[in-house]
């Protein structure tokens, strides 16, 4: 089945400072998000993103299907961006929709 | 207010008892879906539903169950067939399974632990 792989596994920021995240992975998909996991467990939508490039705020992404790879870029960081960011993709052509998860970034901003 | 929710956000269960989690939403979406998330990993599909009183196993389905009665519910039972049943339970839904339209959201969870 498809490999989602997620880089660094862990991150310490200061805070202010810039980050990028990234997920490789090992197939074509018809879906691609990031979440923001909270420290109460909740997964926070950030960007649905197949492909393409999108922005939010401090926050953007940039899809390469044809490569593989996914960016999260997180701009001029705050403490209550800590927690955990997941990266999942669908099972290209595949009926059930279901998403596969990367084992995720944790992400620590220090005031 | 639309969303995802989710009951109880704690349970606490005996060997050997079953258990049911709830998941509800008012999206209107047709897809549902159950992941269970252990600690420092990702979320694994244990059921997902496309359509009312359908649903199919996900990846790690052993020793649970569900139902689709109606489009707004899917609630999860843990049985005691589980061997490992303690982790954090989390419902997810989407406008459709597959696609363009498989964006999913996902409610608050459950955290089950077995005593």
Redesign the interface.
């Known amino acids: 089945g498809i490999q989602?792989e997620q880089s660094p596994p862990d991150l310490i920021l200061q805070e202010g400072a810039n980050s990028t995240l990234r997920c490789n992975f090992s197939d074509s998909v018809?879906?691609l998000?990031w979440?923001h996991q909270n420290p109460?467990?909740?997964?926070i939508?950030l960007f649905?993103i197949p492909s393409g490039t999108k922005q939010n705020g401090r926050l953007s992404a940039t899809t390469v299907a044809t490569e593989r790879y996914s960016l999260l870029y997180i701009s001029s960081s705050q403490t209550t961006d800590s927690g955990v960011y997941?990266c999942?993709v669908?099972n290209y052509g595949?009926?059930?929709?279901?998403?596969i998860?990367?084992?995720?970034t944790k992400l620590s901003v220090k005031p | 207010d639309g969303g995802i929710t989710q009951s109880p956000k704690y349970l606490f269960r005996k060997e050997g008892q079953n258990v049911t989690l709830s998941c509800e939403q008012n999206l209107n979406h047709d897809?549902m879906?159950w992941y269970r998330?252990d600690p420092?990993?990702?979320?694994?599909?244990i059921y997902?539903s496309?359509i009312v009183n359908d649903f199919?196993k996900?990846d790690i389905a052993e020793g649970y169950s569900v139902s689709r009665e109606k489009k707004e519910s899917f609630p999860l039972t843990v049985t005691s067939a589980q061997k490992n049943p303690t982790a954090?339970y989390?419902c997810?839904s989407?406008i459709?399974?597959?696609?363009?339209y498989?964006?999913?959201?996902?409610g608050?969870?459950t955290?089950l632990t077995v005593l």
């Open positions: 989602v018809n879906n998000q979440f109460w467990g909740q997964l939508n649905y997941f999942a669908d595949g009926s059930q929709g279901n998403l998860f990367g084992k995720g | 897809a879906y998330q420092g990993q990702g979320l694994r599909l997902y496309q199919q996900g954090f989390l997810a989407s459709a399974a597959g696609g363009p498989n964006e999913q959201f996902f608050p969870g955290r």
